[in-house]
């Protein structure tokens, strides 16, 4: 990855590290299933209205649409519907935690489903490495919910796996002509088809009663900025940098301990700058940059 591309992980997972927030925010009075449709629904407004600005449209050919439908399903309603109800259960902290495994599953997955992103030792010891990292900076209290809610648990870790198969999936836009732009905003008019009527139908949304200030910003805030905002920038740093991009998820617990430090003026622990220095050293195992210059003749 370039540095470009490195530079939009940090911008990505400064925006979303407050979606954790934000959802914990909104579940407490809005049903899982009608938080994720709104946030699909209004970042799907943000984005069409950037198109007609940039006046770029969206492509009309059927493969194209099937492909926004696939992306939708895969990248937004099934891991949005599953983290957020399991958010219902288990605390945001540990729901970062297992969202956090999200590039072990997604060097499983491009190992098996992609010829050019093959698994090698270097890139599994820099993601586990980088989720030991994470683990370290939550610290052990979350850690002691593991084993409890169970089901909830592994609604987030399934989460997982689909953000993974999206991002491998999603390396079909560049064959078809789709900048990513387009992508972004197509695949939440995808994603919105499945979980409005979703929503409506088990949730029964429009007999839920009117939240309160602070839940709906949240969850304008989850969809303006954390969702419309962060998945442009996601598919512009996936153009260059493929599935790699999930390494963001890493840099999310960062960020948002980070964000409690600069914003609530929160204390940064012994653990956060130790897993801050584990992740790095992940990072740097992954992107393998550092270890190509340690081979140089010469270098010391």
């Not at 940090?10 to 407050?18: D, E, T, Y």
């Not at 992103?117 to 820099?126: I, N, V």
Request: aromatic residues 8%.
């Amino acid at each position: 990855m370039d540095k470009r591309a490195w530079m939009g992980l940090l911008i990505l997972s400064v925006l979303w590290g407050g979606s954790f927030f934000f959802v914990g925010v909104a579940v407490r009075e809005v049903p899982p299933l009608t938080v994720a449709a709104i946030r699909v629904f209004v970042a799907a407004i943000v984005l069409l209205a950037v198109l007609k600005l940039t006046g770029l449209a969206l492509p009309r050919r059927r493969e194209v649409w099937l492909a926004f439908l696939i992306m939708g399903l895969l990248n937004n309603a099934i891991p949005f519907s599953l983290t957020f109800w399991g958010q219902t259960h288990i605390p945001s902290g540990l729901a970062s935690i297992l969202n956090a495994t999200t590039p072990i599953s997604t060097v499983l997955v491009a190992h098996a489903f992609s010829d050019d992103e093959k698994l090698t030792p270097g890139r599994l010891l820099g993601v586990l490495t980088g989720f030991a990292g994470v683990a370290m900076m939550i610290g052990p209290d979350l850690l002691s919910g593991l084993g409890r809610n169970v089901l909830a648990q592994g609604a987030c870790l399934l989460a997982t796996l689909s953000y993974a198969f999206g991002a491998v999936y999603s390396r079909r836009f560049r064959r078809l002509g789709v900048v990513p732009m387009q992508v972004a905003g197509g695949q939440f008019i995808g994603s919105s088809l499945i979980l409005v009527p979703l929503a409506l139908l088990v949730e029964q949304s429009w007999q839920i009663p009117l939240p309160s200030w602070q839940a709906m910003a949240a969850i304008l805030a989850l969809a303006i900025v954390s969702t419309a905002l962060g998945f442009v920038i996601y598919f512009r740093v996936m153009a260059v940098a493929g599935s790699n991009v999930n390494l963001v998820t890493l840099l999310v617990p960062v960020s948002a301990i980070l964000l409690g430090v600069l914003v609530l003026r929160e204390s940064l622990l012994p653990r956060h700058f130790a897993g801050m220095a584990v992740i790095a050293l992940g990072l740097g195992a992954i992107d393998g940059r550092v270890f190509t210059l340690l081979r140089k003749p010469g270098a010391d």
